[in-house]
């Protein structure tokens, strides 16, 4: 991945409720938005779930159906090898990444042998040691999602890869929270600090709140990596789509961390801009005369003041000047010389 700026990721998930052209127009959504990858999901539902596996809080109200399993739920969400060729290829078309996250030992032996280089582990995922190995075995680059960790298990996920020879600098670990959408008061978006400096790797967040300003905030705080889900329309059936942006708001979100990012690129010290030089005169002041002044008379703080422009003395020389006799006359407001 690119690291010379801040990696967008538009997740897509399962927003596309099982069907290709929504699936295209996920990515022709992802495109016109600006991101830098769209992000599918990739699993076996009966290798994801058992048949005892209820679905969450949100995913029932969400779906508005309280009577099927996260299996049955799931089943209806799952992409096929072929439906992965084509989105790929479509994306091929559009010039844009394709990239998935994998949920299952047979989906990140799939993910691999289709050619992708980078794998996300979901939070879900993080616990689950078969599955952290044979991704070290597969992949040269690392996300990790942090929803519901704690900082050992961070550790210990952490560990996997470093031990199979994976550099920390091949590794991403994303500040995230399980919860769809995510209440503000448990962002906790300070973790993604800690994290940083806990484990000395590049860091991220994958957002779930609703709007854009955390993500972009996340940005500010030193994000390398932003995901965020998106959807073709919040009131689509499905469990994520109504904590998703639409592609205006995907759209939005991309370009204030475009701007961000810009903004907080300078050198860090501070020093005037090129872009405001041209300002300083007309900002500052200089000392000039406050009323007429003759030719031998004192400059005082009863016959001087300080006025824009401040293409003159400066008015910190102002104890230079008072005490000087003018050495010519003087109209007022003229810039004072001595």
């Not at 799931?74 to 990239?99: A, G």
């Not at 009131?235 to 939005?252: I, Q, W």
Request: hydrophobic letters at 40%; charged letters at 20%.
């Amino acid at each position: 991945m690119n690291r010379n700026k801040v990696v967008i990721i538009a997740e897509a998930g399962v927003n596309h409720n099982g069907n290709i052209q929504n699936a295209f127009a996920l990515v022709d959504a992802a495109v016109a938005a600006g991101v830098d990858y769209v992000k599918f999901q990739t699993f076996k539902a009966d290798q994801l779930v058992s048949v005892n596996a209820k679905k969450a809080n949100y995913q029932i109200q969400n779906t508005n159906n309280d009577k099927e399993s996260q299996l049955e739920m799931l089943k209806k969400l799952e992409l096929t090898s072929e439906d992965h060729e084509l989105i790929i290829q479509y994306c091929i078309s559009k010039n844009i990444q394709f990239f998935s996250t994998a949920f299952d030992l047979e989906s990140l032996q799939y993910l691999s042998t289709i050619g992708l280089e980078i794998v996300k582990v979901p939070s879900g995922e993080l616990t689950n040691l078969p599955y952290l190995r044979l991704a070290a075995t597969l992949f040269k680059e690392i996300i990790i999602s942090t929803g519901m960790a704690t900082t050992a298990e961070i550790s210990d996920a952490l560990d996997v890869f470093t031990n199979a020879g994976i550099s920390k600098d091949n590794i991403t670990i994303l500040h995230c929270n399980t919860e769809y959408p995510t209440p503000m008061e448990s962002v906790n978006l300070k973790a993604m600090l800690h994290v940083g400096q806990e484990f000395g790797t590049s860091i991220g967040y994958s957002d779930h709140t609703l709007g854009i300003e955390v993500p972009i905030s996340a940005v500010a705080l030193g994000a390398s990596m932003i995901e965020k889900h998106f959807t073709l329309d919040k009131m689509m059936d499905g469990p994520d789509h109504k904590a998703s942006l639409e592609p205006n708001e995907l759209k939005a979100m991309v370009t204030a961390i475009r701007n961000i990012e810009v903004a907080i690129s300078g050198s860090g010290l501070k020093e005037p801009s090129e872009s405001e030089m041209k300002n300083i005169a007309i900002a500052r002041k200089s000392i000039v005369a406050k009323i007429a002044i003759k030719e031998g008379e004192v400059f005082t703080s009863d016959n001087i003041t300080a006025k824009r422009p401040g293409n003159g003395i400066s008015p910190m020389k102002w104890d230079t000047v008072i005490g000087n006799v003018a050495t010519r006359d003087y109209v007022m407001d003229e810039l004072i010389e001595i």
